[in-house]
């Protein structure tokens, strides 16, 4: 399995502003995935992360609001921009290898104020 | 569309079993199932890939039923470190029968064991 190192580990902002957070995987890998969980909530997929190529956001998520970038097959970067309270979350990174589980990230923590 | 998973909550006494069950309105690739506690990032508990498959990981274990879409997760002789929410995360199945690569993941099932 991979380990999978995610930057920063909780933050506060304030509303308005942007937070980069960022996927460091020890391992090249294919598919990488950005996952947010509000308080109580389940994991809601927000977008792949595709290298070299523009990410694949899912439904309700858009790149304005969350941009993505993957540089390279070990390095991913999500922003969340203009923020408000409710996108107070935990965001992970998580990886997968072909027909292997999903693997996550510790997450970030975000707390917006 | 996100997999139903049932019960919603569960209450044990340590020693005794639990069944949770995933079901889903898509045709899958696979079936994952994680527990989380509380604060922590999901943690992998197993995969099954194929229909009818049954794993089993020391006291846990599962099935995959790929005609029904459905899965389900043992808990048998719970111990308090079984204390979690589990999550099921489902894989579809494109039309050529390949995988997306990505999971969706069902609401979740609390799970609380007592002494």
């Known amino acids: 399995s991979a380990v999978i190192s995610q930057k920063p580990s909780r933050d506060i902002c304030q509303r308005g502003t942007s937070l980069t957070i960022q996927c460091q995987v020890d391992?090249?890998?294919?598919?990488m995935f950005w996952y947010r969980q509000q308080p109580g909530q389940s994991l809601t997929l927000i977008a792949t992360?595709?290298?070299?190529?523009?990410?694949?956001?899912e439904s309700g998520f858009v790149i304005d609001k969350f941009p993505i970038s993957r540089p390279n097959l070990t390095f991913s970067t999500l922003t969340v921009s203009n923020m408000s309270p409710e996108d107070s979350s935990i965001y992970l990174c998580?990886?997968?290898?072909?027909?292997?589980?999903?693997?996550f990230g510790n997450g970030t923590r975000l707390t917006v104020t | 569309q996100q997999p139903v998973q049932s019960p919603q909550a569960v209450i044990l006494r340590e020693g005794e079993d639990a069944v949770i069950n995933c079901s889903s309105s898509?045709?899958?690739?696979?079936v994952h199932w994680y527990r989380q506690k509380h604060g922590e990032a999901p943690v992998f508990l197993m995969i099954?890939?194929?229909?009818?498959e049954q794993k089993g990981h020391e006291k846990i274990s599962a099935s995959f039923n790929e005609k029904k879409q459905q899965s389900s997760l043992y808990l048998t002789a719970s111990q308090l470190s079984y204390s979690g929410t589990y999550f099921c995360?489902?894989?579809?199945?494109?039309?050529?029968?390949?995988?997306?690569?990505?999971?969706?993941f069902g609401q979740g099932t609390i799970l609380t064991v007592h002494p």
């Open positions: 995360g489902t894989e579809s199945s494109s039309a050529g029968g390949t995988s997306y690569g990505k999971l969706t």
């Open positions: 998580s990886v997968k290898f072909g027909n292997s589980p999903l693997h």
């Open positions: 099954l890939l194929k229909g009818g």
């Open positions: 992360a595709n290298q070299g190529s523009e990410a694949t956001y």
């Open positions: 391992s090249q890998v294919t598919m």
């Open positions: 898509k045709a899958l690739y696979s």
